[in-house]
């Protein structure tokens, strides 16, 4: 539904059709790059939550709030394990 495909790029009609598949599989070729900064980035993010939520547990007073941590953390780390499998399988049907 939210899937946008380049199979609808405008290409000039003067372009042979060589050209305009060229086109297509340069575009395609360009929208999956891993970005090891970002995984780090991610990582340090949950480090930190983590950190906060194991801090909280030791204090009575903060039990709800280490609760939300542990919650957000479990949350988060879904996420990052699914953008890493989706990097997986964007990798395998590129090759």
């Known amino acids: ?3 946008t495909s380049t199979a609808h790029k405008r290409v000039p ?3 042979s059709q060589s050209e ?3 086109t297509l ?3 395609s070729d360009k929208a999956f790059t891993f970005n090891i900064k970002r995984l780090l980035v991610a990582a340090g993010l949950l480090i930190i939550l983590l950190a906060f939520a194991i801090g909280t547990a030791f204090f009575e007073q903060l039990a709800q ?3 939300m941590l542990l919650h957000a953390f479990e949350l ?3 996420m ?3 953008l890493l499998g989706g990097e997986v399988i964007a990798k395998s ?3």
């Open 1 to 3: 539904m939210f899937i």
């Open 93 to 95: 049907e590129k090759s």
């Open 80 to 82: 990052v394990a699914g």
């Open 20 to 22: 305009q598949v060229k």
């Open 65 to 67: 709030i280490h609760t």
């Open 13 to 15: 009609s003067s372009a």
């Open 76 to 78: 988060i780390l879904g």
């Open 25 to 27: 599989n340069d575009t």
